[in-house]
């Protein structure tokens, strides 16, 4: 059972492993980053951005947390992140023991799986990641607005930027499971012709299609945290 192919592509991990997933060819593209989230700024996104470049503003007064217990808590809310994905599915309390993931049990004969199941409990773990994800985003940008030297308007343009972009991000990342679905139902139908074919019944597509679904939810992870990664390096650059 082949798993996922090589992609000519080089950017981010989650973009390559959707287009093997698709078995589609996928090139660099070209426009620059910048062009291309210019193109998802309306005019008031705009003038919002702008206005946040163009002040000066003050520090916020707040509960101004080391910077190590700020590293701390993003290392903390990553590895339960990481955990939460990688973990047996065994329909153990989800995190912070109030979600509960959906376990994926498989049968013996698993071309009587359906994928709205994996489907379920993919959505489970994007919510977590941008729910988690968005406290840990929010305490970081206190701590970087409680900073001078014109930390503050890092913070405002960081909180301008994800009010600008979380609609978008979250259109897009709603089409991951879709991909995920047509490449679950390609290897079962090819596992579906080799049984018909040799008479020989095997869930190592399954197998392959767990390890395909964990490896694109821990790069659509590293996606989401790279706004958190960039404060963190901004307030390592503070303290030092």
């Known amino acids: 059972m082949q798993g996922l192919k090589r992609t000519a592509f080089s950017g981010p991990a989650l973009v390559r492993l959707l287009a093997q997933c698709a078995d589609l060819e996928v090139h660099e593209p070209a426009q620059s980053l910048s062009d ?9 996104d705009a003038i919002a951005l702008s206005t946040a ?11 101004r947390s080391a910077s190590g217990d700020d590293a701390a808590a993003g290392a903390q809310t990553r590895a ?15 995190l912070h023991g109030r979600r509960r993931t959906t376990a994926v049990q498989t049968p013996p004969d698993a071309v009587q799986i359906d994928f709205a199941i994996f489907r ?40 301008v930027m994800e009010r600008t972009f979380a609609a978008r991000e979250r259109t897009l990342l709603a ?18 012709q080799a049984e018909a074919d040799t008479g020989t019944a095997s869930n190592a597509w399954l197998t392959t299609f767990r ?12 996606v989401r945290f790279q706004p958190v990664e960039g404060l963190l390096a901004a307030l390592r650059t503070q303290s030092q």
Not at 81 to 93: K, M
Not at 127 to 151: C, F, K, P, W, Y
Not at 175 to 192: A, D, S
């Open 36 to 44: 291309r989230l210019s193109q998802w700024l309306g005019w008031t």
């Open 80 to 94: 339960r992140l990481v955990s939460a994905i990688t973990r047996d599915e065994s329909g153990e309390p989800g």
């Open 175 to 192: 089409q991951v499971p879709v991909i995920l679905g047509r490449h679950f139902e390609r290897l079962k139908r090819g596992q579906m």
């Open 53 to 63: 470049l163009g002040t000066d503003p003050q520090p916020v007064a707040s509960p």
């Open 120 to 159: 379920q409990h993919y959505l489970s773990l994007q919510q977590t990641m941008e729910s988690d994800i968005g406290e840990l985003r929010s305490r970081l940008r206190a701590s970087v607005a409680a900073r001078a030297g014109g930390m503050t308007r890092l913070a405002v343009v960081d909180a």
């Open 211 to 222: 390890t395909d679904m964990r490896n694109v939810l821990l790069a659509e992870l590293e």
